[in-house]
């Protein structure tokens, strides 16, 4: 029996990630729609007004879910479930880290701290929370690792509804970053999308390579 090709596969991939793949292309659509109008800055001191005391709780907790941490406990949780989806996680973990990691020093681009030197008395920021002050805004690696994950979780699920859900917390992960001061409407935007699309082309390459559970 002939292998299936690339192409094949990745069509394979697609069917089961298209409840995902969908919304996201329609919130990636509308973000874009928004920047096309308003200035970099304009959608950060937008996002900046937003504050509340439970979005200053909330927020710092959520956005734990793209940490380093949430990926080890994620992965092994997965891994003692079902080791052939452990695995194909824990490599799209690493893949798609080492490839925003190179863009990241590629592109060094300053974080809003940074950015808005001048005006910091303008920002609010999250009382408790350190707000990070380099040159490695672009993409943002949180919204990778969430976006990774729903990525894997979606592909795997069987009810495909539950995708929605991956995303939204996903969405909310990036949507932290921008709370929190830490990145831009852009970086976020860019690491999810480099997450979804870097996880299919992983998931294509290696899904019938990882051993069985």
Known sequence: MLQPTFAQRLLQVYQQLKMLIWPFIGLVTIVLMLRSIYSREEVYFYVNRLHTSWGDWFFPRITELGSTGACVVLTALLFYFNKRQGIVLAAAYLFNS???????????????????????????????????????????????????????????????????????????????????????????TAGATEAVLLTMLWITLIKDKAPAN
């Not at 894997?152 to 929190?180: E, G, I, P, Q, T």
């Open 98 to 188: 080492m490839v925003n990691f190179a863009l990241k020093f590629m592109v060094a681009f300053p974080r809003p701290s940074r950015f808005f030197s001048e005006k910091l008395h303008d920002i609010y920021f999250v009382p408790g929370v350190e707000v990070l002050d380099n040159f490695r805004s672009f993409p943002s690696g949180h919204s990778v690792c969430a976006f990774t994950a729903a990525t894997v979780f979606s592909y795997y699920v069987k009810n495909k509804y539950w995708s929605w859900l991956f995303l939204l917390l996903a969405a909310m992960v990036a949507y932290s970053r921008m709370y929190m001061s830490q990145h831009f409407l852009e970086d976020v």
